[in-house]
């Protein structure tokens, strides 16, 4: 999360700690400030957890600009497993773009995106909108950050060597991490 307007603030729900909770922290920091424009990036899995919370943002006539970043899944699980496209890390393809509709939230702006450009066109749409901005942007599901990648090339590593003294040896130790430099 983050706001525009004032001093810039963060606050992150960390790699791998409890999913679903961006959303619901969105509305209480948009409800304790709610001077500024709060900016809330999801990931659409994390988000189908809490996404009733967006009802609230709209209830209160609060303005956020929500992204929801749509990889079709569990991107982050996919990272830890063999095969990267076992189906339950896939989940449901929700209409993102008619929730805060659905949700009863009136006026605002929905776009779904699937370019830079029209990401640029949406991003300016959204700043300068009287009401809130919800985006879905589309991203290739298994198109990671560098740190994920790392993860995923050290699992694959560690899971092929035998496990025992040699593996937590001190040359065991330095082949493993020479190999994922
Ligand atoms: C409550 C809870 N359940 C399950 C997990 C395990 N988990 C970590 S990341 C993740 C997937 C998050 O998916 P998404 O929000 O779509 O982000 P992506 O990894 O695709 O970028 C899951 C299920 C968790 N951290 N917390
Ligand atoms: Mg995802």
């Known amino acids: 999360m983050d706001w525009l307007g004032g001093y810039p603030t963060t ?5 791998f700690a409890s999913i679903g909770w961006a959303t619901p922290a969105a509305f209480g920091a948009a409800k ?3 001077d500024r424009r709060l900016i809330l990036i999801t990931g659409e899995g994390s988000h189908q957890m809490t996404a009733q919370e967006i009802s609230q943002l709209g209830r209160h ?3 956020p600009i929500v992204f929801v970043l749509n990889n079709s899944g569990y ?3 996919r990272m830890l497993c063999k095969d990267m ?3 339950y890390n896939d989940i449901a393809a929700w209409n993102y773009v008619e929730l ?4 009863g939230c009136q006026g605002w702006f929905t776009a779904r995106v699937t370019s830079c450009g029209v990401l640029d066109d949406a991003l300016k749409t ?4 009287d009401g809130a901005a919800y985006i879905e942007v589309i991203t290739d599901p298994y198109e990671a950050p560098p740190m994920y990648k790392k993860l995923h090339r050290a699992r694959r590593i560690l899971l092929q060597r035998p496990l025992g003294p040699a593996a937590l040896s001190q040359s065991g130790r330095e082949q493993t991490l020479g190999e994922l430099r």
């Open 85 to 87: 496209a076992l189906g």
């Open 11 to 15: 606050c992150d729900g960390a790699t």
């Open 100 to 103: 805060p509709h659905a949700l």
């Open 75 to 77: 991107l982050s699980e």
């Open 126 to 129: 959204a700043e300068q909108a």
């Open 32 to 34: 304790g400030a709610p």
């Open 61 to 63: 006539g609060l303005r």
